[in-house]
């Protein structure tokens, strides 16, 4: 047989590269294990390589569908990996037309006792899901918490349970411990969990459903002074009774932070949403390089009063945003807040390359683009025929020194939205804006533009507006960034 003659290590590579493919996909690892009946000298290899078994994927639902164990498959994965380094996962999601609860939660608790709590030194990474199971994680973890072993070694640790409805203040983070001690804790997620550890060495924290109160929010950067990322996820803005307003907001100096994520979909409404500044705006963090931003239109969110002072971000690189409003109205005062006006205070946007808009206008970056000569002839002769961008009047007097050099160093930009106006925006960057070299739009991007735009020589139109007849001579948008730049159509939308 060919297999014969590969040598040991060839075959150790397939191996590996099998199980990587499945771990990271989430799918049961059974390849290592039908490779492994090729031949007996590939089973001896198999069985011979504990690193091959490292990686252990515990999904509840795949391994009841094909009646396997749960039991018996942990015990053989964790027994074959000694004495390496292990990254566990637990997926512990299965329909109830497998197991009724009670029985789910004896077969993780057995898992918990007899497999990874004489494991744990070993473990490096453990990643529970357990989403659509109702149990806390106090009843769940009981076992490990009792015990109360050290992870010496771990530096990954991530907790999703089903969300909760009632939020929690950041500082429940630190009211449960798993472990005695993780001193190499590095990365945290929680969803719907809590969570207690010293985390001075966490560089990574990931965290659904967040009450952002001033005094737990400052103790947490007190105590975590390696953060390089941070997501926040499902804000909770508290009403004004309860964000310490009696507490002086002073800055609160984040030097390692490189990564911002803050998702306010799940803000909550009132009418004190566009009045108050919250306790992120104190934060200054001059090393920051990618700032990634969303909103619900459902919610009342000013951006200068929830994000970060911008004057600090000296070196961002990087802007997402994801349903940003340009303007935000407020039902109860119809106070109108301007959003534009937080990107207008950055101190150098010549330094962002790469951004990202998903149902987001870049008219909300408060830029004033200079119309290119051939346009504003067209515009001039026929001024109804031209789709022409128009800055807010109350922008017109807030832009300062030339708009022609702001925003100079852009290389990528990345469009996802319904809406052909965004495109036109991107179209209008592009005419004056050579250094963009990639452009990415998703799918309905695209549909949107091909439907109403329309580029012909003197520039970008309606296509209701020109007519059938001139639309005749035109190109698609489509194919005019793509002799421009290097185009991408993305199948799906941005993540």
Not at 124 to 134: A, L, M, P, V
Not at 160 to 179: A, E, H, M, Y
Not at 454 to 469: A, D, Q
Request: some cysteine; overall charge positive; hydrophobic content about 40%.
């Amino acid at each position: 047989m060919i297999t014969e003659n590969l040598p040991t290590e060839t075959i150790i590579q397939i191996f590996k590269t099998t199980t990587d493919l499945e771990f990271r996909a989430g799918r049961l690892p059974v390849s290592l294990l039908n490779c492994a009946e090729v031949c007996q000298r590939w089973r001896s290899i198999a069985l011979r390589t504990p690193d091959l078994f490292t990686q252990i994927l515990i999904p509840f639902s795949q391994l009841r569908e094909r009646n396997f164990s749960i039991t018996k498959w942990a015990k053989f994965w964790f027994d074959q990996s000694r004495p390496y380094p292990i990254a566990v996962v637990i997926d512990f999601n299965l329909p109830n037309l497998f197991e009724p609860d009670h029985g789910r939660f004896r077969t993780f608790h057995t898992l918990l006792q007899d497999h990874l709590i004489p494991n744990i030194s070993r473990l490096i990474s453990f990643h529970y899901d357990g989403t659509r199971f109702n149990r806390s994680t106090v009843d769940l973890f009981c076992p490990l918490v009792e015990i109360n072993v050290d992870a010496p070694i771990l530096e990954e640790l991530v907790i999703k349970c089903p969300k909760v409805t009632v939020f929690w203040p950041l500082i429940d983070i630190r009211s449960q411990n798993f472990f005695a001690s993780n001193p190499k804790l590095r990365s945290l997620t929680l969803r719907g969990s809590e969570y207690q550890a010293p985390l001075n060495n966490l560089t990574s924290l990931d965290v659904y459903c967040m009450n952002l109160l001033d005094v737990p929010f400052r103790q947490l950067v007190k105590d975590c002074p390696k953060l390089e990322a941070i997501a926040f996820r499902d804000i909770f803005l508290p009403p004004v009774k309860y964000s310490n307003l009696d507490i002086q907001l002073s800055p609160i100096p984040i030097p390692s932070l490189r990564h911002l994520t803050l998702d306010f979909q799940g803000a909550v409404k009132g009418n004190w949403m566009d009045i108050y500044k919250h306790v992120l705006t104190s934060v200054v963090a001059p090393n920051l390089q990618s700032l990634s931003v969303s909103t619900s239109p459902k919610f009342f969110v000013s951006l200068p009063n929830v994000l970060p002072n911008p004057s600090s971000l000296t070196n961002l690189r990087t802007l997402k945003l994801r349903g940003i409003p340009e303007e935000v109205k407020n039902r109860y005062t119809h106070r109108i807040t301007n959003n534009s006006y937080w990107f207008l205070d950055l101190p150098n946007p010549n330094r962002i390359e790469e951004l990202h808009l998903s149902n987001s206008s870049g008219e909300v970056l408060g830029i004033e683009l200079p119309i290119p000569t051939t346009l504003r002839t067209q515009r001039t002769q026929q001024p109804r025929h031209y789709s022409e961008y128009r800055p807010p009047q109350s922008l017109l007097t807030l832009s300062s020194g030339d708009p022609a050099a702001q925003f100079t160093s852009l290389t990528s930009i990345t469009v996802d939205s319904n809406n052909a106006e965004h495109v036109l925006w991107l179209c209008r960057v592009l005419q004056v804006r050579p250094t963009v070299r990639t452009v990415c739009l998703s799918r309905a991007a695209c549909i949107q533009s091909a439907l109403h735009l329309i580029v012909t020589k003197h520039g970008v139109f309606s296509r209701r507006e020109l007519g059938p007849e001139m639309c005749n001579n035109g190109v698609s948008v489509e194919y005019w960034i793509g002799e421009r730049v290097k185009l991408r159509v993305l199948s799906a939308g941005l993540e």
